[in-house]
């Protein structure tokens, strides 16, 4: 009879759609070992990001319809909104905040995040006043330049005295007004610390070419921490240029800052990045955020060739964001084998290699799961998250929740391509970092009556909501994948 009811839970989850069944425990236990579907994963803290405004209001999102949200982009997750001072608050106390809300609300309707930077000096003739006049009218000090020419009294672009108090009063005043408005917001992926240099880069190469020291670098770290308490900031690799050093960066991941790079393959060959080394102090704890440069002038260049230097600037730095700087649609057209090849890196990808559960067990016995799992992107997963047994009916409906409260994908090891080390629940650990099989006591009768249900796995919060994409078949339309059945008598 025993023999009977193995094989017939066993033929129940091969015409289910078991991947595979261990024979050695077939009598006694289910186990899968899915395949990484190849599917691109939208996750929080990581993906694509678009610039949808790029220092001026006319690129790059100007090129889009509005109900054009580039859904054929595999993988994106933001639109980047990056905009001088001047924009939002052309009148002291009156903001135009609908110029970054009206588009935000388009992407954010598809699901993405977006995020901000508010610039203070630009070096397009169309943009004279990045700071807005009325902060220069106050008496803000400052300098004429030409661009790329250095301070010229008879330039018509203006750039403030990054240290000037009038102009940092003011600047105060604007980021508490953004903060009351984007602080905390959970549509808000990050926001750059963009007020110091120009395109707020934290350089004035472009611009009056004065080398700020470390100290006024910090007055606008500072700033942006005392009003962003919530939302996630990042400080520019360039902060550390003109002489000032990594005490800048050190001091920003001290307030708790990621890293941020603009602009990869600006140059060529060997001098594609040059600051990968400094997100050894990022990436362990924050999502590292890589911008490239304007892609067509790369290519004209030369310096983009296939853009394979791109994929290894993302391995380098262990980066979790990579902005499109330029048309997403006409870049995706003509990069899509490199942007399918990022996709299975970039920030973190849980694999899961193994699951397995009683085929079929009693109603008084415990549902003992096992599993082994592994991060096969750069970067840890920073949202964390827990594994979770889903039980459901015929009909679709959850009949029993059990979550893996004391495992933590967070703490998954990263590595090269397919060399991470897995981590799960087994019987018989194959690493030190391996745990024995977890037991659930089913709930009373009332609640959870015999039958057979689907099987399927999640990650997700300790009360077993889903958060994270899994790259795996079988989706219920909730970040729940199916793997089998299991009978319960």
Not at 126 to 145: I, L
Not at 353 to 376: I, K
Request: charged content about 25%; proline content about 7%.
């Amino acid at each position: 009879m025993k023999q009977r009811r193995a094989l017939a839970a066993a033929f129940l989850l091969l015409t289910a759609g078991a991947l595979t069944i261990n024979q050695t425990y077939a009598q006694q236990r289910a186990v899968v070992k899915p395949v990484d579907s190849g599917e691109a994963l939208v996750n929080p803290a990581m993906g694509w990001a678009f610039h949808h405004y790029d220092n001026n209001i006319v690129r790059y999102g100007l090129d889009l319809e509005p109900s054009d949200t580039v859904d054929d982009f595999p993988g994106a997750s933001v639109i980047y909104l990056r905009l001088a001072w001047s924009y939002l608050e052309p009148e002291e106390g009156k903001f135009n905040w609908q110029i970054v809300d009206t588009p935000a609300q388009r992407w954010i309707d598809k699901g993405f995040q977006v995020a901000f930077r508010f610039s203070c000096a630009e070096s397009d003739s169309a943009q004279p006043n990045a700071t807005p006049k009325w902060v220069r009218d106050a008496g803000a000090k400052g300098y004429y330049f030409k661009p790329r020419a250095g301070i010229d009294e008879s330039g018509k672009m203006w750039e403030p005295k990054y240290d000037d108090p009038v102009f940092l009063e003011k600047l105060d005043h604007f980021l508490a007004a953004a903060a009351a408005r984007y602080d905390g917001n959970p549509n808000v992926a990050f926001i750059d610390v963009g007020s110091f240099g120009v395109w707020g880069e934290g350089h004035t190469h472009a611009t009056t070419r004065l080398p700020y020291d470390a100290r006024t670098v910090k007055l606008h770290l500072d700033l942006h921490k005392k009003h962003f308490k919530k939302t996630l900031l990042a400080a520019n690799d360039d902060f550390s240029n003109q002489g000032r050093g990594l005490e800048t960066l050190h001091y920003a991941r001290e307030l708790g800052m990621t890293l941020r790079d603009d602009s990869i393959l600006v140059a060529c060959k060997e001098q594609a990045s040059h600051h990968a080394y400094v997100s050894d102090i990022f990436w362990p704890h924050l999502p590292v955020i890589l911008e490239m440069e304007h892609y067509g002038p790369s290519v004209s260049r030369g310096c983009w060739q296939d853009g394979v230097l791109f994929l290894k600037a993302i391995e380098d730095y262990r980066a979790a964001y990579a902005t499109v700087h330029w048309y997403p649609r006409e870049f995706y057209q003509k990069n899509k084998k490199l942007v399918d090849a990022i996709n299975l890196r970039l920030g973190y990808r849980l694999q899961l290699l193994e699951a397995s559960w009683p085929a079929e067990m009693a109603r008084d016995q415990p549902l003992t799961v096992g599993y082994r799992w592994r991060n096969a992107g750069v970067a840890p997963c920073y949202p964390g998250g827990h594994p979770a047994i889903t039980l459901k009916d015929a009909k679709g409906g959850i009949v029993g929740v059990f979550v893996d409260e004391n495992f933590d994908l967070r703490t998954l090891p990263t590595g090269p391509a397919g060399k991470a080390l897995p981590v799960g629940r087994q019987e018989q650990a194959s690493s030190q970092a391996d745990r024995p099989f977890i037991s659930y006591a089913l709930p009373p009768e009332p609640i959870f009556k015999p039958g057979a249900y689907d099987v399927f796995i999640s990650v997700g919060d300790k009360a077993g909501s889903p958060k994270i994409a899994l790259p795996l078949a079988g989706n219920d339309g909730h970040q729940r994948y199916r793997l089998g059945r299991i009978v319960v008598r």
